[in-house]
């Protein structure tokens, strides 16, 4: 889904919007302080993921 995210963010660049798109490489250990330091530019996250509905890595990146 990095490519994915990298696409919109390129697509919204060129309409003036900046976006982050912090790619997790792993999940343990999961980069908590990388997570925290993208949300604490904007107070807002979009959690983009492929996974399982539910039980996903992405309940627990939004539940930091």
């Known amino acids: ?10 697509i919204l660049a060129k309409e003036g919007i900046e ?3 912090v790619d ?9 302080a990388a997570i925290a330091e993208t949300v604490r530019k904007t107070s807002k996250v979009i ?9 996903g890595i992405a309940g627990e990146i939004a539940a930091l």
């Not at 997790?24 to 908590?32: C, E, Q």
Request: without cysteine; glycine residues 6%.
């Open 19 to 21: 976006l982050g798109v």
């Open 47 to 55: 959690v983009l993921h492929e996974d399982v509905r539910t039980g």
């Open 1 to 10: 889904m990095v490519h994915v995210a990298l696409e919109a963010a390129e």
């Open 24 to 32: 997790l490489r792993t999940l343990s250990p999961l980069d908590r």
